[in-house]
């Protein structure tokens, strides 16, 4: 490495934290343990870094990678040995999936003790190697700079994903001179001028072309490049797998969203496109419907800034390896008047077909309760949610018109969402962050309420009550009929549950007393949990439990 300033000693834990410094991280997420004593203490030494310490490993990993998410800078975590590795991984798992810049700092059992299944060991290199980008043990004190500065460095570049350092303890207070490089400057590639043109010569060849737009969109900041640029052609666009925010919704070149239980209009649109334009998408399960849209005839055009994701699923006829916001400025090309136009607004009418929220009485709750989010939300607001089938209501009938206003887990990890709401509201103090949750979903972190009262973070929690992990009875009832197994949850008062924990709520049973209850919670300067009450019958968009035992008995 290229040495910049060298330093006067200092310990290991201390060059941690001014590794930090350097790249300006302003909070770190933990769970204490006696493993990495020497990195809090160095903490308690910087007052311009926030600690928030959390309830659970499983809620700081999800705060820090839905701060991550929301502000696309590296999320940090610090936790114990393997006891606290094992509680975070589902974070780094949801990091890994979802390309977010995540940094753990995972305290180890001493240098001596290693390989003997001392107290608490795992071995985290093997631990965390399928689901990072990187996994290191730092077993030289005066070499922490080099990997803490790489570990930024590869957690940001290219593919966002997460980072994991493994440190004994007895390296953490050794003092050693360290030597500390720059801060980290993300590379953004330019595609050449001979596939730029390649690019334009496949797209001017298409009749029915589709952008498909996913979070490396999101994580060039390329939202504005992508929207000049369809505008431009009059090109349709669809979001990938939760990635609603990549395009204003209420534009007429927004076509839809790739999700779980998707209509049939927005299939039928990727269905008859000829050239699809992959862009900072890796075309996952859930976007690629069971890898089922992208069929032989289609042309592939994908753009993404790391070469592994191209063709990973599908083999490309072109594949360009470039920053999104870089490639999509470098594409010039014009093809006059006979733009794309017809056929974007058969797309358009399509989707508004699917997903019309016109503010009905007789609608089911769950959908008048996101007319109501849709009416009364301030402008600079984010949601975050939760995985289940609350869910689909938000992500079918929500207009997402703003960029970086969404963040929810490609990987479907339940318990993301409040936690991903704390980490979202601390990287935006002045929007409003409400979170979407299930009654299961919100079970399986809700202690972190109490981390939100604790650092006073006001964040509003909506918790869908059915009393069931409804998604899962969903799938039984298509395929066990009238089976009912370990899909039924008790009646939990998530009121009395936030009150516990400090935090207040209401319980609403209809959307007037929950147009109330939200506007109680926009004035609330401290978390709040609305609990809705819904009904089990109506257990997905656009079916019920009857209608579902009923198809499965013809
Ligand atoms: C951590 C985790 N465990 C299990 C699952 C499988 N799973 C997906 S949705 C779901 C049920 C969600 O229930 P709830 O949060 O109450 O939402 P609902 O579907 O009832 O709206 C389960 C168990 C998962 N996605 N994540
Ligand atoms: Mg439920």
New binding site residues.
Partial sequence: MKPQHITNKQTAAQAIVNCMKIEKVRHVFCVPGESYLPILDALYDSPTIDVISARHEGGAAFMAEGYAKSNLKPGIVLATRGVGAANLS?GVHTAYQDSTPLIVFLGQVHRKFRGREAFQEVDLEQFFQPISKWVVEVKDPERMPEIVQKAFRIAQSGRPGPVIISIPEDVLPIKAEMYFGPSVKKPNPVPAQAEVKAAEELLLKAKRPLIIAGGGVKSARAERALLTFAEKHKLPVMAAFRRHDVFPNDHPLYVGHLGLGMAKEIRETVAQSDLIVACGTRLSEVTTQDYSIITAEKKLLQIDIDVATLGNVYAPDLGIVADLREALEAFTFNRGDRGWGDWVSKCRQRYEEASCLVYQPTDVLNKQVIAILQDNLPAEATITN??????GWLHTFFSFTKAHSYVGPTS????YGMPAAIGAKLAFPHKTVVSL??????M?TAQELETAVRYEIPIISLV?N?Q???????HQEMDYPNKVMATD?GNVSFVDLAKALGADGHLVHTAEEFRQAFKWALTMKRPVVIEIQTEQEHIAVGTTIDQLRKQKGE
């Fill in positions: 589902i939760d995985a289940g089938n609350f869910a479907g990890a339940m318990g949750s299930g009654d299961g979903g919100f399986m869908f059915n069931m992990y409804g998604t899962i009875r969903m949850l």
